[in-house]
């Protein structure tokens, strides 16, 4: 069973930052994609960024690039989310998401963790 655990959110200003921290258990979960989801208020879920398994393939949203940097450990199965100049489009609740297959298909979720920008 793969449990995925978020933590680092909070209040921030805009334009500072904030990092996310990923846990996860599961003795195979270090091979899987690992992936980060924000959903705000009203809205849909909505990708945020990926990382393959090795960490040589990452892909993010384009409202995120050159600001926010996905990173893993697979020695400690953690995957840490570095956000920058947080802006107020990006208060949510994010949460991270692994994929086994590396299909695009995220079967473990997280609880989600809250972060609120202040202007």
């Known amino acids: 069973q793969v449990q995925l655990v978020e933590s680092g959110g909070g209040v921030v200003q805009a334009g500072g930052s904030l990092r996310l921290a990923c846990a996860a258990s599961?003795?195979?979960?270090?091979?899987?994609?690992r992936g980060w989801f924000r959903q705000a208020p009203g809205k849909e879920r909505e990708f945020v960024a990926s990382?393959?398994?090795?960490?040589?393939?990452?892909n993010y949203a384009d409202s995120v690039k050159g600001r926010f940097t996905l990173s893993r450990d697979n020695a400690k199965n953690t995957v840490s989310l570095q956000m920058n100049s947080l802006t107020p489009e990006d208060p949510a609740v994010y949460s991270c998401?692994?994929?086994?297959?590396?299909?695009?298909?995220?079967?473990?979720w997280g609880q989600g963790t809250q972060v609120t920008v202040s202007s």
């Open positions: 998401a692994a994929d086994p297959l590396h299909s695009g298909i995220y079967a473990h």
């Open positions: 599961g003795r195979t979960v270090s091979i899987y994609r």
């Open positions: 990382i393959s398994w090795s960490g040589g393939n990452r």
